[in-house]
Structure formats: structure tokens, C-alpha cells
């Protein structure tokens, strides 16, 4: 069952999406990190080819937007949310979520564990957590490619996530395999937080570059990623991105609309 938010929220494409400032979502975050209670709190951080993804897969979406945390980590998100009467003060990030709850993490000693990576990396991630946080209590699964969220692989992450107890488990598998196993054992797991956050281990070890701040703050970060990895992201971003575009017509056309009957008082 879903948890009641601790923010208001905008609503878009179908999401009901957290209004608060980077540094609110991770004080929030880090008080049900530390309280570890009932079942774990699940985080969403949507971006352009999510929306696109989540449209063209409404069974997905029903599940996906049962999250307890749905922050928008795409700009575009934010210039969308300006036509409703509740815009989002500026991006939450899953990859800048990332570093800053493992340092307080490091700081607290609060166990992590991320399930990532491709298999048999786990002691060449476990020295890179060390060199990049020091003093992190962290553990790692890394499964197959063909991890099934509710096969044999699953089961035993969370076999291995509840051995450990954590505060924080990162989800790093992609979507949609880190979402659909984050709901699958939520009511079995122990632990305060799931993130799922997708390639955000591999910035937060540096394994890979982000963009120059003033990329990421103009809206231009997407552009960064192409020029490094064309064959992989060119798809996301260039026709995700054209099929992102058709969305913010509709979504303008029902926020026109609830506005309308707004004045008019005719409507919801």
C-alpha cells in the first residue's frame, strides 16, 4: 500500500509528482533511512523516456505510480509542471539522490545495500564505494542479465537485502526491472528506503561523467549523455524525446481544460 506522501504534489502525465526542493527530499529520505519502520518507503525519479515509456504500458504505470516518492529528475518535467497551478521549485535527480544519501550514509554509518552491476563485480564495486565514501557500510548483489524481479534472482536479493537490514537499498537494474521488483517484496523487505535509480551507481563511482553543472541546470544534460554514448542513448532521446513531445501537447490541452472549468466552476 502506498504511503502518504510528507509533500504536495503536481500532477502530470498520469503522476502525481513531489513538490520540494532537492534538499527537502533528501531530509525526508534520510528520516525514514534512519527509522527503518514497517515497510520500506519505494522512490521514483521519472524522466522524458519514462513518461514515454509508462504511457505506451498503462499495466505498467498502475504499478509504477503506486511509489511513495515520485520526483521528477528530468528538467523538461519541471518547465512542463509551470502550466499547472503547482510547479516543482527544480529537478530531484535519482543520480544526485544517489551520492548525497550514500555520504550521509558514510557519516551515519547507516548500511546500504545496491543491487547492480554486471555479475561478479561486487568486490570491484564494494573498493570503489570504499575509495569514493569512506567508512560506508555497504553490500552488493550483482545478478544476471536475465534477472526475473519475481524469479530465483529476486527472491534471493531480497533474501540478501533483508540478511543485511539496511537503511537504503539502490535499485540499479533499470527500468523496468528495479520497479517491478521494489513492488514485488516491499511488504517482505527490511529496509527504509528502495531507490530505484538506474545508472545512477555508475555516476556516483565515477565510472561515468556527468554534465557540467550549468548543463544540468538549463536543461541540457540529455545532450551531454548523446555526445557520450550515441549508439546506446540515441533512441531515448531523439525519438523518445520527439514522442515526449506529442504528451506535453495533450497534457496542455487537460490542464487548459481543468482550468477552464475551474473558472467556470463546472468541473474537477
Known sequence: MKKQTAFPTSHMFGLDICI??????VHQLTNLAVRREGPPAIVVTPNVDHVVRLDADPGFRQLYVQADYIFADGM???????????????RVTGSDLFVELARMAAAQKLPVFVIGGMPGQEAMLTAAFARRYPGLPVELYCPSMQFDPAGAEGREALRRVNAAKPGIVFVCL?????ERWAFAHRDE????????????MEFALGFKSRAPLWMQKSGLE?????ASEPRRLWRRYIVQGSKFAGLLCREWRRQRTINDNQRTGSGH
Open 20 to 25: 520540494t526542493s532537492f534538499n527537502g527530499a
Open 76 to 90: 523538461p518535467l519541471v518547465w512542463a509542471s509551470r502550466m499547472t497551478d503547482l510547479p516543482l521549485p527544480e
Open 174 to 178: 533499470g527500468m523496468p526491472k528495479q
Open 189 to 200: 523487505m527490511q529496509a527504509g528506503v528502495v531507490m530505484c535509480v538506474g545508472a545512477a
Open 222 to 226: 540529455w545532450c551531454w549523455r548523446l
